[in-house]
């Protein structure tokens, strides 16, 4: 369920502080089910602190040059208002930046399925409970909400996002956001549906962890491809959403004013320009 306009999809995965302060954090690439799902003991955040540091260094020596270099070649597509980017060419960015989070989630797989081998049983249980705790509260903000109402949250979203990348966005811009908004189609009960099947996936698997020989390959395959247990309804309207949040980003972007596209390359090349800067350990 995309919140906001894919043509920042990269930018978003990055929070508003400073890039470099922020990379330096270890957090930010702790999987949110360890962070948020599983109190670890102290010998587990020993062995999780550690791979994090190498998985640090790894991304840091391999990675960054190519984020800065596909921000340098973004902004220079959207640099000239005569010739905006296409729909082909916004869609090659978007495959681009989850090819991004797709290399990152192979790497540290092995090091998620590691620690989660060790889990106690009173750890697997915390994560159940967490995890119930958790579907719950998205039901109640993508499914229990009057349709409405998810249409005008949905809008208000998009619009923030548009306010934070391009200044205020035009009276046209905002149509176009709610001409999307009304456009897309209902997806929440099946990403539910779609989440609960990796969860259980993922539970039974968990619970076999001391039997199984090969617990790691299984967990690392289920965390690397969970797009695989998607439904062919879940993945039609998936990919139909798709389409036109591209072609959302696509009449934005002719839309954009001298002044929004100004301040848009700015963000986009600070953001590059951190990555440059950011010094990996020899």
């Not at 508003?16 to 930010?28: P, V």
């Not at 973004?74 to 916004?90: A, C, E, N, T, V």
Request: glycine content about 2%.
């Amino acid at each position: 369920m995309k919140r906001i306009a894919l043509i920042v999809l990269f930018l978003l995965l990055v929070t508003g502080c400073g890039t470099r302060f922020f990379y330096y954090q270890l957090d930010w690439l702790i999987p949110f089910f360890l962070r948020d799902y599983i109190s670890l003991n102290s010998e587990q955040k020993t062995i999780l602190k550690e791979r994090l540091i190498k998985q640090i260094d790894w991304h840091c020596k391999t990675q960054l040059a190519d984020y800065s270099e596909a921000l340098r070649s973004l902004s220079k597509d959207l640099s000239d208002p005569d010739h905006p980017i296409d729909y082909d060419g916004l869609n090659d960015y978007y495959v681009k930046f989850r090819g991004f989070w797709a290399e990152l989630i192979r790497q540290v797989a092995p090091d998620i399925a590691e620690i989660l081998r060790t889990a106690t049983d009173a750890q697997i249980e915390e994560l159940f409970d967490n995890l119930d705790e958790r579907n719950d509260e998205l039901r109640a903000e993508y499914i229990d909400l009057p349709p409405e109402e998810r249409m005008k949250e949905r809008e208000e979203r998009m619009v923030k996002g548009l306010r934070k990348w391009l200044s205020d966005p035009t009276s046209d811009q905002e149509q176009a956001v709610s001409a999307w908004s009304k456009q897309l189609k209902p997806i929440g009960q099946e990403w539910l549906l779609y989440r609960d099947k990796v969860q259980e996936e993922v539970i039974n698997l968990l619970k076999q962890r001391k039997e199984l020989p090969d617990f790691d390959q299984k967990l690392v395959e289920i965390l690397t491809h969970p797009e695989r247990m998607r439904s062919s309804a879940y993945q039609a309207k998936s990919d139909y959403n798709r389409d036109i949040t591209l072609k959302l980003g696509v009449n934005i972007i002719h839309l954009m004013t001298p002044e929004q596209r100004t301040h848009l390359l700015k963000r986009i090349d600070s953001f590059a320009t951190d990555f440059e800067k950011i010094k990996c350990d020899d």
